[in-house]
C-alpha cells in the first residue's frame, strides 16, 4: 500500500469522525427531516426548554439570548467520542415570531402559518452545515426556534446555544436526585414535578456543556432492595459468628482446655518452688 493511498483512506477517515454527513451520515439539512412533525412548548418563559423523551429531545431557544452565531444566524453543535466538534442533526424545525407566526417545513419548503390559520410561502429559515456547525439561517432577531435533535441512553449532553434561564423535562418515570445512579453538571437550581416528569432548573446557564444522567424509578427502588438484602445478610452473618464465638468458649471452659497464664507467670513452674 502507497503513501499516497494510505493519505486519502486516513483523509476519509477523519472526514468522518468530524462529522462530514455527506461520507458518514444523513444530510443535516435535509429538508424531509427539518419537515418532520413534534411538539413544542412554546409557551414556556425560559430562555431554553428541552424535554427530554425515549430516542430524542426537543429544543426551544429564545434566539434574543443566544451566544453563537452572528445576528441573524444560530449555531449548533455537539461532540464525538474524540471531544471533536460535529454539527448537530437537526429535525421537524420551526421558528416562532413574537407575533405568534410560526414558519416551518411542509414538504420540504418553508411555510408561513399565521394563528388566524391561513399560510403563506417564504425563503426565511434556511439551513446549511460546515463540518463543525449546523447553522440556522434566523427570520427575525427576536423569537423562538424549536427543533428535535437524536440521544441514545440515560443521558443528555446538550451544548447550550443561549444562555439564561433553562429548564429540562426529563422522560417520564426518571430522576436524577441520587448521586450514585445519576449526575447532573452543572447543578440544578431547582428541581419540580409535572405530572410523571420531573423538571430540572437553572435560573442562569453560563457553563459550555449542560450534562445529564438519569435513571429509572424502579431502579431506586431495585437499588433499596439490594441495599436492605445486603444488610440482612451482613447481620444474619454477624449473629452467626458470634454464636460460633460463645460456642468455641462454652466448648473450651467443658473440656478444661483454659489456662490462668496470669498466675504461671507470679512464680517458677510447679516442681521448681
Given at each position: 500500500?502507497?503513501?499516497?493511498?494510505?493519505?486519502?483512506?486516513?483523509?476519509?477517515?477523519?472526514?468522518?469522525?468530524?462529522?462530514?454527513?455527506?461520507?458518514?451520515?444523513?444530510?443535516?439539512?435535509?429538508?424531509?427531516?427539518?419537515?418532520?412533525?413534534?411538539?413544542?412548548?412554546?409557551?414556556?418563559?425560559?430562555?431554553?426548554?428541552?424535554?427530554?423523551?425515549?430516542?430524542?429531545?426537543?429544543?426551544?431557544?429564545?434566539?434574543?439570548?443566544?451566544?453563537?452565531?452572528?445576528?441573524?444566524?444560530?449555531?449548533?453543535?455537539?461532540?464525538?467520542?474524540?471531544?471533536?466538534?460535529?454539527?448537530?442533526?437537526?429535525?421537524?424545525?420551526?421558528?416562532?415570531?413574537?407575533?405568534?407566526?410560526?414558519?416551518?417545513?411542509?414538504?420540504?419548503?418553508?411555510?408561513?402559518?399565521?394563528?388566524?390559520?391561513?399560510?403563506?410561502?417564504?425563503?426565511?429559515?434556511?439551513?446549511?452545515?460546515?463540518?463543525?456547525?449546523?447553522?440556522?439561517?434566523?427570520?427575525?432577531?427576536?423569537?423562538?426556534?424549536?427543533?428535535?435533535?437524536?440521544?441514545?441512553?440515560?443521558?443528555?449532553?446538550?451544548?447550550?446555544?443561549?444562555?439564561?434561564?433553562?429548564?429540562?423535562?426529563?422522560?417520564?418515570?426518571?430522576?436524577?436526585?441520587?448521586?450514585?445512579?445519576?449526575?447532573?453538571?452543572?447543578?440544578?437550581?431547582a428541581r419540580v414535578v409535572v405530572g410523571d416528569r420531573v423538571h430540572l432548573q437553572w435560573d442562569q446557564l453560563e457553563a459550555s456543556a449542560l450534562s445529564i444522567q438519569w435513571y429509572l424509578d424502579r431502579d431506586l427502588w431495585l437499588l433499596g432492595g439490594l441495599a436492605a438484602i445486603a444488610?440482612?445478610?451482613?447481620?444474619?452473618?454477624?449473629?452467626?459468628?458470634?454464636?460460633?464465638?460463645?460456642?468455641?468458649?462454652?466448648?473450651?471452659?467443658?473440656?478444661?482446655?483454659?489456662?490462668?497464664?496470669?498466675?504461671?507467670?507470679?512464680?517458677?513452674?510447679?516442681?521448681?518452688?
Amino acid at each position: 500500500m502507497n503513501r499516497r493511498l494510505l493519505a486519502t483512506l486516513a483523509l476519509v477517515a477523519f472526514l468522518g469522525l468530524t462529522g462530514c454527513t455527506t461520507i458518514f451520515g444523513d444530510d443535516i439539512g435535509d429538508p424531509a427531516a427539518l419537515s418532520g412533525d413534534a411538539e413544542y412548548n412554546y409557551d414556556t418563559d425560559r430562555d431554553a426548554f428541552i424535554t427530554v423523551n425515549r430516542e430524542n429531545y426537543t429544543a426551544v431557544y429564545n434566539v434574543s439570548a443566544k451566544v453563537t452565531g452572528d445576528n441573524d444566524t444560530i449555531e449548533l453543535w455537539r461532540t464525538n467520542a474524540l471531544t471533536l466538534e460535529t454539527p448537530l442533526e437537526i429535525s421537524a424545525l420551526q421558528f416562532r415570531y413574537t407575533n405568534g407566526t410560526v414558519v416551518r417545513y411542509v414538504d420540504g419548503e418553508q411555510v408561513a402559518l399565521r394563528e388566524d390559520g391561513t399560510e403563506a410561502p417564504t425563503d426565511a429559515l434556511t439551513v446549511e452545515t460546515t463540518r463543525q456547525r449546523t447553522i440556522v439561517h434566523l427570520p427575525a432577531r427576536e423569537g423562538q426556534l424549536a427543533f428535535t435533535a437524536p440521544k441514545s441512553g440515560k443521558e443528555l449532553v446538550v451544548r447550550p446555544a443561549v444562555h439564561g434561564s433553562y429548564e429540562v423535562a426529563l422522560p417520564p418515570d426518571r430522576d436524577a436526585q441520587v448521586p450514585l445512579l445519576s449526575r447532573v453538571r452543572p447543578s440544578n437550581d431547582a428541581r419540580v414535578v409535572v405530572g410523571d416528569r420531573v423538571h430540572l432548573q437553572w435560573d442562569q446557564l453560563e457553563a459550555s456543556a449542560l450534562s445529564i444522567q438519569w435513571y429509572l424509578d424502579r431502579d431506586l427502588w431495585l437499588l433499596g432492595g439490594l441495599a436492605a438484602i445486603a444488610g440482612l445478610v451482613g447481620v444474619v452473618g454477624a449473629i452467626y459468628y458470634y454464636r460460633a464465638i460463645k460456642r468455641a468458649a462454652t466448648r473450651r471452659d467443658e473440656e478444661g482446655l483454659d489456662v490462668d497464664y496470669e498466675d504461671d507467670r507470679k512464680g517458677p513452674p510447679p516442681g521448681m518452688r
